[in-house]
Structures are given as C-alpha cells and as structure tokens.
C-alpha cells in the first residue's frame, strides 16, 4: 500500500512539472533590422526601419518569396501599397545610430534624406529593373534611393493584394534581385533586435525608447 502510494505521488510530481501556463507576454526574438525603401508619388524616397520580414518560399521555377508586415499609416506602407514595389536593405551594425530617425520619426514631419547625411549615410539612387508595378507607375528603371554600406539589397514586387492584419498589413514579395555592394562580401555579421536592446535604442517591446 506504501509502495503505491509512492508510485502515485512521483507520477503526480511528474505531471505537474510538465503542466503549461497561459501567458500574454510574447517570446522576445533576436530579429535581423533592414530598412525598407519606397517611392513616393512626386518621386522621393521614403525611409523607414522594418523588422517584420523574413524569407517564405522559393517557387518551383526559382523564385524566391519574402514576407513583410508593413505597420499601417506610415509613408513607407502608402508609398508601397500604392506602387507594390520597394527595396528592402539589411542593415550592418554601423547603421545603428540611424535606427531612431528611421524607426522613430515620419517621414512628413523630418526630412530623414538630410539627417541621413548629417549622420554620414548619404542616400545614393539605384537604376530600378523594370516590372510589372513600376512600369504601371510610369518609373521603369528608376527607384527609390537607398543607403549606403548595407549588407545586401532586395529588390521586392508585392504578389497579389496586401492582407490585413490588425496593427499591420502583411505583402508577400516575389525577390526581383539580390545585390551587394561592390566589391564586398557579406560576411553574415548585420544589426539584429538583440544588438539594439542592449545599446538602449529599441524597448524589449522592440519600439523605438525615449
């Protein structure tokens, strides 16, 4: 009778050690940074910091399928929402002093193009390849600017409609080019979320701090 009681006391002690709790706290990520850059209507830059990207897919004929959650009423998610096109820019760790006038600024309200180059990242244009959107939007072969000494650049087209998502719409991408700056090699060493918490520029919450 000992024993048994025993036996049931261990197996009760295992199950509860096992048991899970509900939580509303989301897992803090380690989030590679980029910053995605558009084309307004009068054919300047939008510039904003964006950490809702990651690859989905390659199809079968080599394409490969990137996701974006874009945050609502920013200029970044109008420019694309309206021309479906935009390149996408992996940040490097010496772009973090950039990171509170991209993320935490709009682009109405500062003139993110000249604080850019105060900061010493001075825009540069890049020739755009032609595609379905940016041709419709009468600006084959021209996009938006971008910055300099990132790790690589995606060039991205959106694939069908934006799809709602609350506090974000998120777009599916069809990747139109990977480049690199010349003559470099990307060495897998870019800005990420961790890197930003701990120099006190991002909230675990991943907002830009006061």
């Not at 509860?16 to 850059?37: D, M, R, V």
Request: with cysteine.
């Amino acid at each position: 009778m000992k024993l048994c009681l025993l036996l049931c006391s261990c197996i009760l002690r295992l199950a509860s050690s096992h048991l899970l709790s509900k939580t509303i706290t989301p897992p803090l990520l380690t989030s590679p940074t980029y910053s995605l850059a558009t084309q307004g209507t009068d054919g300047t830059t939008g510039m904003n910091i964006l950490t809702y990207a990651s690859p989905a897919s390659i199809t079968p004929d080599g394409n490969r399928v990137w996701t974006l959650g874009l945050y609502k009423g920013t200029v970044a998610y109008e420019n694309f929402q309206r021309t479906g096109t935009g390149v996408l820019q992996l940040l490097t760790p010496r772009h973090a002093k950039l990171v509170r006038l991209l993320g935490g600024s709009s682009g109405r309200d500062v003139d993110k193009r000249l604080e850019c180059e105060r900061l010493g990242f001075p825009w540069m244009r890049m020739s755009m390849s032609p595609s379905e959107h940016n041709e419709a939007n009468n600006n084959a072969n021209r996009g938006p600017e971008v910055l300099p000494e990132c790790c690589c650049y995606l060039r991205l087209t959106l694939v069908g409609d934006l799809v709602e998502c609350g506090s974000h719409d998120v777009a599916v991408c069809k990747v139109e080019e990977m480049l690199v700056p010349d003559g470099e090699t990307y060495d897998g060493v870019h800005l990420d979320t961790a890197m930003l918490r701990d120099m006190g520029i991002i909230t675990a919450q991943g907002r830009v701090a006061d």
